[in-house]
């Protein structure tokens, strides 16, 4: 019986066409964005930096995402938690240090916002704002222009369940629908609008909302990194075969409260939380690796201590380098080539 589940295992990723060098690439950025959350929440805690939003418990569906995605020609639409996702596509920890210290050479916004307001026009990760769900419609946009332009790349963009109550949410899925448009819609549902549980702010499945608007609705374990990665796959294969949009909903769980200045413990049980850290998708992905014998612990320590020595520069850096100047805050708000009478 053991020698079949075995063999069923070692197929797994292979069958999804993952190198084993993939799958432990997939699970070291999943550590990353990990050990990046829990630093920027001792910072927070030791007064260094003044906000932190936590995404502890989403990252093995982020990264799977992203894997599953073309990282060179994609646009990406992340939200607030995706640390993990963004760290996939090519950021680095210096640059989210920089954000969340608000430095000058912060790439997402020169240090003007909040920290989880990605951008990075180096990545193709679209610049968000502070109002939630506002991304979805600007991802059928680069959807329509991939459509318009005849190009092969996707637009995805990820958002919380509670989001999927918004307007922007509804009127972008009729719009990517009707269009049939090239955008991969990704629902992290972590059970929790802040303090709100799902059963009081949803009447049914994020993923049936689809049926509505004409194109696919799927719901996946979000503990599940390789399912994650098939379905957004052939999400993507429909988009850029012109098949249309798919709406994707990732049931996961916030481990951690919702950000800084909040007491999760005021809405949610102790108990509530310790049993769904027993589901937590990146220790179920090394238990799977370890039972192929493509990791260790030998190699969890080396990893530990090299993410360690990352965050200690990528810290050092930031908390030196300078803040944005006052006259900065006029920078990229207007054209100033209209101003000085250019094109």
Not at 9 to 25: A, E, F, S, Y
Not at 61 to 89: C, G, K, W
Not at 308 to 337: C, G, M, Q, R, W
Request: aromatic share 10%; net charge negative; hydrophobic share 35%.
């Amino acid at each position: 019986m053991e020698s079949q589940g075995t063999v069923e295992t070692v197929n797994r990723h292979k069958q999804l066409g993952l190198t084993d060098g993939q799958v432990i690439d997939m699970y070291r950025f999943m550590q990353l964005g990990r050990k990046y959350d829990e630093r920027s929440l001792l910072l927070q805690r030791a007064g260094k930096i003044n906000f932190h939003v936590s995404g502890i418990g989403q990252e093995a569906a982020q990264v799977a995402a992203a894997f599953a995605l073309d990282r060179e020609n994609d646009f990406f639409l992340p939200y607030y938690r995706d640390y993990a996702f963004v760290l996939s596509v090519g950021m680095t920890t210096r640059e989210l240090m920089l954000s969340v210290f608000a430095k000058a050479e912060d790439p997402n916004s020169g240090g003007r916002q909040m920290p989880g307001h990605f951008g990075s026009k180096r990545l193709r990760i679209v610049t968000g704002s502070s109002p939630v769900t506002t991304q979805v419609p600007h991802a059928a946009g680069f959807a329509l222009a991939a459509k318009m332009q005849k190009k092969k790349f996707v637009s995805f963009v990820t958002f919380g369940e509670g989001s999927s109550n918004q307007g922007d949410f509804h009127e972008a899925c009729n719009f990517a629908g009707v269009n049939k448009l090239p955008v991969i819609i990704f629902c992290q549902n972590n059970q929790y609008a802040i303090s709100i549980p799902a059963h009081k702010q949803l009447g049914g499945k994020v993923s049936d909302r689809a049926l509505g608007y004409g194109f696919p609705g799927i719901r996946v374990d979000g503990n599940d990194p390789l399912e994650v990665y098939r379905v957004v796959k052939e999400a993507r294969e429909r988009a850029v075969a012109g098949e249309g949009p798919t709406l994707i909903e990732a049931m996961m769980y916030r481990l951690s409260p919702h950000s800084t200045s909040d007491n999760d413990l005021a809405y949610r049980t102790q108990e509530e939380v310790d049993a769904n850290w027993k589901k937590d998708g990146i220790a179920a992905f090394r238990t799977y690796l370890t039972g192929l014998g493509l990791w260790s612990d030998e190699q969890e320590r080396d990893l530990a201590a090299e993410y360690n020595l990352e965050l200690k520069e990528a810290i050092t850096y930031a908390e030196n380098a300078p803040f944005p100047k006052p006259e900065d805050t006029l920078l990229h708000v207007y054209d100033e080539s209209g101003l000085k009478g250019g094109a």
